[in-house]
């Protein structure tokens, strides 16, 4: 099946710092989704981002489909900000009804 | 714009027994998707049901069964719980099945199993 690899496993941040999160995969895909899960287990939607690239707050996402990454920009990052970061894809072929996460990103931004 | 529940928050089994887990979909959706996420671990999908019949299904033994409603709401179905049955259970509901709409999460059911 398909593969989703995310980079960083791990990001510290200091209050008002950017980063960039990055998420690779294996194959072509139907759906790609961003998520922030809070220590209270919550997933939360960030993008829905198959392609292109999109705006929210302080938050954006770009997805370059022909080369198979997605990249996740967070600025101004706020202590409320941290928590895991896992990227999802949809892949093309046959399984094409099923989320395949990533292993995540977890982001501590501290104050 | 009702977004989607699930029930119980949390729960306590012992190996051996049988859970069942809730979840209503979000208004307008018709399409519900289970996933299992170990301590440390993404989201596992379980499996995906649609029109009342199971659409697709992961790499899961038959103890986990689930059933879909008409009005779209979903049961997650573990029969013989086992230690490694300790998890947080997601349900997710999408306005259709496949991958071209994107899935919304409930805050899921965390089920430990002593």
């Known amino acids: 099946g398909i593969q989703v690899e995310q980079s960083p496993p791990d990001l510290i941040l200091q209050e008002g710092a950017n980063s960039t999160l990055r998420c690779n995969f294996s194959d072509s895909v139907n759906n790609l989704q961003w998520f922030h899960q809070n220590p209270w287990g919550q997933l939360i939607n960030l993008f829905y981002?198959?392609?292109g690239t999109k705006q929210n707050g302080r938050l954006s996402a770009t997805t370059v489909a022909t080369e198979r990454y997605s990249l996740l920009y967070i600025s101004s990052s706020q202590t409320t900000d941290s928590g895991v970061y896992f990227c999802a894809v949809v892949g093309s072929g046959g399984s094409n009804y099923k989320l395949t996460f990533g292993k995540g990103t977890l982001l501590t931004v501290n104050p | 714009e009702t977004g989607v529940t699930q029930s119980p928050t949390h729960l306590i089994k012992t190996r051996g027994q049988q859970v069942t887990l809730r979840c209503s979909s979000q208004s307008g959706h018709n399409t519900v998707s289970w996933y299992q996420q170990a301590l440390g671990q993404g989201p596992q999908f379980i499996f995906q049901?649609?029109?009342?019949?199971?659409?697709g299904r992961g790499n899961f033994p038959p103890r986990f069964s689930g059933l879909q409603f008409p009005n779209y709401s979903s049961e997650l179905n573990v029969n013989a719980l086992e230690l490694d049955d300790s998890a947080l259970y997601l349900c997710a509901s999408s306005p259709s099945p496949g991958g071209n709409s994107p899935l919304h999460f409930g805050n899921g059911t965390r089920l430990t199993v002593t």
């Open positions: 049901y649609y029109r009342e019949e199971e659409n």
């Open positions: 981002i198959p392609s």
